[in-house]
């Protein structure tokens, strides 16, 4: 254990006087808790570079006066009670807690950030310990191909590769992962991009924060679906953005609506159009090309750019995935952005953002300013996994695996509710919106599953206006078939009771 103390050579009182009165007062502010073991005096002397005389005279007085107490064969360690006598005597610094608490609860001033991250509503929606829950985003943990990932993740650390411990070369990301993705985008969604253009983030959580930093002014009008994703809006909020809702139908985003004088006359000038087009959240629809390239066009015209989060394009049932909307557009027109925490597994804070060509090195720069890297071990293995096939070969496993828990989802539904539920979206995703006709308002419908030991997240918290009241979003990839049939019969039988 090392101890911050602080020895002056120069001062005319003794070294081992120093040390004493260091230790006593580390004691009395509680630094050094009764019981805690305190260094030999061998390493002490070690780390602070004295002579092992010094460290023994200081600690005998210690034991003495009742400070340090020593165990045969164990150790020295702090006394479990300072005396009493030396308590009524120490500086008022260490002697007043009462009034140091005191003073930390005084009112600090935050900055403006700050301020915006304190209000009240939550920053995700609630989720209560239940022993059903249907959370959106949380894919089949037990499916995930761990012995593999163990396996690549030890051949990295075999090689005995000290660059692995190293700093990055740069905080754009490790380049042979870049590729890998840029790759697999091109295949799989027609993204147009090369390696150079991606930016590797932790999760896209942090690529929508960079994007407000770099391209939000305070008070810059921003253009997000209505509902739509809480953290991406939250991620703007904070960075001082005007929010402006756009809303969407069972098409997606309503173009047309972004020709509305609530668009066409903010005070300042629209930055960002935030949007998720291939499976939109929460409601599920997927963009019509029509209305793709009616976006395209009207972003062109207004000179705003597009940030496309594709978070779970990967699953797509009866249909193969796609193309991105960055694919349909020329230019500089997309920031386009991803995940791999839904796909494998959320402690994976891997993810990726493809910038315009000209804005990759300054997003680079906002990365190595935030955190200088990703961590390069996850970044390798990663790639080993993409690189290798193991990644596609996953997808292509966890697409008939939700498939058909979504399947259960729909089927449970329609059995126990009939006309009373409407499923909204498309078959494609993680979850699924809907709809529960009733004459029980959503937080009753909440509090009733809660119940009944069934987490269920009302999608009042996605609206920026007003919500309809008997929406839900149900995540179904993390739960069991069996699990879904039963919080769908838990929920069936409070609500009608």
């Not at 091109?186 to 150079?196: F, L, N, Q, W």
């Not at 253009?223 to 139908?249: H, I, K, M, T």
């Not at 940030?307 to 386009?336: C, H, K, M, N, T």
């Not at 993680?430 to 599953?449: C, N, P, Q, W, Y």
């Amino acid at each position: 254990m090392d101890l911050a103390i602080t020895l002056d050579q120069r001062s005319a009182t003794p070294l081992h006087k120093q040390l004493y009165e260091e230790l006593r007062m580390a004691i009395l502010a509680g630094r050094l808790k009764p019981g805690e073991r305190v260094p030999s005096t061998r390493a002490l002397s070690q780390s602070l570079g004295v002579s092992r005389t010094t460290i023994t005279q200081s600690y005998e007085q210690l034991l003495s006066e009742g400070y340090l107490r020593a165990a045969t064969g164990s150790g020295t360690f702090v006394g479990c009670q300072a005396p009493d006598e030396l308590l009524k005597s120490r500086p008022v610094e260490a002697s007043r807690p009462a009034v140091a608490r005191q003073e930390a609860r005084r009112e600090i001033e935050l900055s403006r950030y700050g301020a915006s991250i304190t209000d009240i509503v939550p920053f995700e929606p609630p989720e209560p310990e239940m022993p059903i829950s249907f959370k959106s985003g949380r894919p089949a943990l037990e499916e995930f191909p761990l012995d593999l990932w163990r396996r690549l993740t030890l051949r990295h650390y075999r090689a005995n590769d000290v660059s692995l411990l190293d700093y990055a070369n740069g905080s754009q990301g490790y380049e042979p992962l870049r590729e890998a993705i840029a790759g697999y985008l091109r295949r799989s969604r027609a993204v147009t991009c090369e390696a150079d253009q991606v930016v590797i983030v932790n999760g896209s959580q942090q690529a929508l924060d960079l994007i407000a930093k770099l391209l939000i002014d305070r008070g810059d009008p921003v253009a997000v679906e209505d509902p739509g994703y809480l953290s991406a809006r939250r991620a703007f909020l904070a960075q001082g953005s005007e929010l402006l809702p756009a809303p969407v139908d069972e098409s997606g985003i309503i173009v047309d609506r972004l020709n509305s004088k609530t668009f066409l006359k903010t005070k300042g000038k629209l930055k960002l159009i935030y949007v998720t087009p291939s499976h939109q959240f929460p409601t599920g629809a997927t963009l019509t090309l029509p209305r793709r390239l009616d976006l395209i066009a009207w972003a062109e015209k207004m000179g705003v750019m597009i940030v496309e989060d594709d978070y779970d394009s990967e699953f797509r049932y009866g249909s193969r995935p796609i193309p991105a909307l960055q694919s349909l557009a020329s230019g500089d027109l997309v920031i386009y952005t991803g995940t791999f925490s839904k796909a494998l597994f959320p402690a994976l804070r891997v993810g990726y953002l493809v910038a315009p060509a000209p804005l990759a090195r300054v997003f680079a720069r906002a990365k190595w300013l935030a955190d200088r890297q990703t961590p390069m071990i996850e970044q390798r293995v990663l790639a080993d996994f993409i690189n290798e096939g193991h990644w596609e070969r996953h997808l292509r496993r966890m697409r008939t695996l939700y498939d058909k828990r979504r399947q259960a989802l729909v089927h449970a539904l329609e059995t126990h509710f009939g006309d009373r539920v409407t499923i909204m979206g498309e078959n494609a995703g993680m979850h699924l919106m809907i709809r529960l006709s009733g004459k029980f308002s959503d937080d009753e419908v909440t509090r009733r599953a809660r119940l009944a030991g069934v987490g269920l997240v009302s999608a009042r918290l996605y609206y920026l206006g007003e919500s309809r009241g008997d929406e839900f979003v149900l995540g179904y990839s993390g739960l069991s078939e069996r699990k879904i049939r039963e919080g769908v019969r838990r929920l069936a039988r409070v609500i009608s009771s």
